[in-house]
């Protein structure tokens, strides 16, 4: 099939086929396609508009962006492609960057640790002028800086150590104490935080010091595993069996708060009436879920816009010490976290 589609398919039009089409040199049909045509005739340019148009010839637009020394790409290397948190951060960063000209090409770890530098690579030869990070951030840094070739950066939710770079992030320790404040108010009494292994990853590491920095908070933090279902399901059983008062549980995203639901459904709990769940991530079928997921939204959208924006400054030109963003994320409660 594929050698059927090669012999079908029609042969890529050149700037030779134009020249050669309209008389001319490859030199003159380069000059016309790069708006230098105040160098030429109107008869010649007349030639190479319809030579261009009889044989729907479309430039290369790696080509030309060599040619003028910039690419106006972008690369965007995100850990995980599934998670709703990078999908939502890739749709606000490719906004600010299309409105600013330039585009984005995407490469997906899948989780994958050791792919980083392979990535970085990739992109590195499409001539990208910047990246935006959002990636496991366990390879050496030597390896890292010697893909990136001195291209600006932006990290987007997690640190690297030794990188002094800009950093965008929602703000960990707000969201788990707003967290902790809800589902007190609520009534809930001892508490347990779910996250994903840490793993040297900033943004988990930071919610889980945020959450044994609480004062007088009744609650431990444990670590799960897609692997380890059972586990997940014998710490819920244990934490409704020791609590005083109905227990809670806060997710540290939105790939744990669905396995959390999966452990609830399993042990024929209600969410909200048997035990509480509030999520870090907002999605769109929280609401849909149960009672409804209560959740703390993050400003993903101006996150993704944000990181954009301080890569394209960087990438101008500018020349400032290494900023730190945090944005607040915003409480969004629904049945979850509503004793029955």
């Not at 008389?23 to 000059?31: D, E, F, L, Y």
């Not at 939710?157 to 320790?173: E, I």
């Not at 943004?203 to 380890?228: H, I, N, Y």
């Amino acid at each position: 099939m594929a050698d059927i589609i090669r012999k079908n398919a029609a042969p890529r039009v050149t700037i030779a086929d134009v020249a050669r089409h309209a008389g001319v040199s490859k030199a003159t049909v380069s000059r016309f396609l790069n708006h230098r045509d105040t160098l030429l005739s109107p008869e010649i340019s007349e030639r190479v508009a319809a030579a261009v148009e009889a044989l729907s010839y479309t430039p290369s637009p790696m080509a030309q962006a060599l040619k003028r020394g910039r690419s106006r790409l972008v690369g965007l290397v995100v850990a995980d492609i599934t998670n709703p948190y990078s999908v939502a951060v890739l749709s606000g960063a490719e906004q600010a960057c299309r409105r600013a000209g330039f585009l984005m090409m995407l490469f997906n770890l899948g989780n994958d640790r050791e792919r980083e530098s392979v990535g970085l690579r990739i992109l590195s030869s499409y001539q990208v002028e910047g990246f935006i990070l959002n990636t496991m951030g366990l390879e050496r840094e030597a390896v890292v800086t010697q893909a990136l070739q001195g291209r600006p950066v932006v990290l987007v939710d997690r640190l690297r150590q030794g990188m002094d770079v800009d950093f965008v992030s929602l703000d960990n320790q707000q969201a788990i104490g707003m967290c902790v404040r809800h589902l007190t108010e609520s009534g809930y009494g001892e508490f347990l935080l779910v996250t994903e292994p840490l793993d040297g990853i900033s943004s988990r590491q930071e919610r889980v010091a945020a959450f044994e920095a609480l004062q007088g908070v009744r609650g431990k933090w444990m670590e799960t595993r897609p692997d380890d279902h059972a586990g997940l399901v014998d710490a819920l059983r244990a934490l409704r069996r020791q609590a005083r008062r109905p227990p809670a549980l806060i997710a540290g995203n939105a790939v744990v708060t669905m396995r959390i639901v999966a452990a609830a459904a399993e042990l024929g709990w209600q969410l909200g009436r048997d035990i509480g769940l509030v999520g870090i991530d907002d999605t769109l079928w929280a609401p849909y879920v149960g009672p409804g997921i209560s959740a703390v939204a993050q400003p993903t959208d101006a996150l993704g816009a944000l990181a954009a924006q301080c890569l394209i400054e960087r990438m101008e030109g500018l020349d400032t010490a290494a900023r730190a963003i945090r944005l607040p994320g915003t409480l969004v409660a629904r049945g979850s976290t509503r004793l029955a």
